[in-house]
């Protein structure tokens, strides 16, 4: 971890621990930021806070200083209390997991730690946000097809949601979890998914490549494909043997 990155933790950590006091749970760093994906000046630092008790009253305390956290790079931050992350674990399966796959406390407890997960709730929600943002990659296609920007824009863009569902997937199927996107799509590829295009995708995303008009639209087709590919995937996975 760079030595900027921790200053700006332990100031953020530092800045909450003082606003928050005895109704401070824990503080815990997720994402790119607590792991080797983490690019300075281009990645968020996500951060989530856990408090006794989440109220207007208690979220408005921290707002003078959300302009200071923005200019460090730090997103607003996520705030819960016991008694949401209790009722939604079975709602939010794909997003803990996400979580507790990249995770670094801050202060308090390791609440994450002790979060089970029910396989099918994960299974299903991989299901339903696929098949949405496939939804999704059709409707926008509709938009930016006549424009080359638009089109490596919507492509570059989707790909970090689905590499989240990605890595749901791949827990579900025993896989340790992969951290970089590379890992992602070898891990894809050893099930027998294709994943070209989604390299392609990445490539575009970090810059290192540039293609024409016809080659783009080639390439989202082929992108779109390889999605559909892992949808029919998980529509297969049997949740009763999970």
């Given at each position: 971890m760079s030595q900027n990155l921790e200053?700006?933790?332990?100031q953020f950590t530092e800045d909450v621990t003082r606003t928050y006091g005895e109704t401070l749970l824990s503080v815990v760093l997720y994402g790119s930021a607590a792991s080797n994906e983490y690019v300075e000046g281009r990645s968020n630092i996500n951060c989530l806070v856990l408090l006794k008790e989440v109220t207007p009253d208690e979220l408005r305390k921290c707002a003078a200083h959300l302009p200071q956290w923005h200019k460090q790079g730090i997103s607003t931050p996520l705030f819960v209390?016991?008694?949401y992350v209790r009722s939604s674990i079975d709602v939010f399966p794909v997003e803990f997991l996400d979580m507790?796959?990249?995770?670094?406390?801050?202060?308090?407890?390791d609440f994450l730690r002790e979060l089970e997960l029910k396989p099918e709730r994960l299974r299903f929600q991989c299901e339903q946000e696929l098949k949405g943002k496939m939804?999704?990659?059709r409707q926008v296609y509709l938009e930016a097809s006549q424009t080359e920007s638009r089109l490596v824009a919507l492509l570059v863009k989707s790909t970090s949601s689905f590499m989240v569902l990605f890595r749901a997937l791949l827990h579900l199927q025993g896989t340790p979890a992969a951290q970089s996107m590379n890992e992602i799509l070898v891990a894809l590829s050893q099930l027998g998914l294709r994943t070209?295009?989604?390299?392609?995708?990445?490539?575009l995303r970090r810059k290192e490549s540039a293609l024409n008009a016809a080659e783009?639209?080639?390439?989202f087709r082929q992108y779109l494909s390889?999605?559909?590919?892992?949808?029919?995937?998980v529509e297969r996975m049997n949740a009763a043997e999970l």
């Amino acid at each position: 971890m760079s030595q900027n990155l921790e200053q700006t933790l332990n100031q953020f950590t530092e800045d909450v621990t003082r606003t928050y006091g005895e109704t401070l749970l824990s503080v815990v760093l997720y994402g790119s930021a607590a792991s080797n994906e983490y690019v300075e000046g281009r990645s968020n630092i996500n951060c989530l806070v856990l408090l006794k008790e989440v109220t207007p009253d208690e979220l408005r305390k921290c707002a003078a200083h959300l302009p200071q956290w923005h200019k460090q790079g730090i997103s607003t931050p996520l705030f819960v209390d016991p008694a949401y992350v209790r009722s939604s674990i079975d709602v939010f399966p794909v997003e803990f997991l996400d979580m507790k796959q990249r995770y670094r406390v801050l202060y308090g407890q390791d609440f994450l730690r002790e979060l089970e997960l029910k396989p099918e709730r994960l299974r299903f929600q991989c299901e339903q946000e696929l098949k949405g943002k496939m939804l999704r990659l059709r409707q926008v296609y509709l938009e930016a097809s006549q424009t080359e920007s638009r089109l490596v824009a919507l492509l570059v863009k989707s790909t970090s949601s689905f590499m989240v569902l990605f890595r749901a997937l791949l827990h579900l199927q025993g896989t340790p979890a992969a951290q970089s996107m590379n890992e992602i799509l070898v891990a894809l590829s050893q099930l027998g998914l294709r994943t070209e295009a989604m390299g392609r995708v990445h490539t575009l995303r970090r810059k290192e490549s540039a293609l024409n008009a016809a080659e783009i639209d080639s390439l989202f087709r082929q992108y779109l494909s390889e999605i559909q590919a892992v949808v029919k995937f998980v529509e297969r996975m049997n949740a009763a043997e999970l």
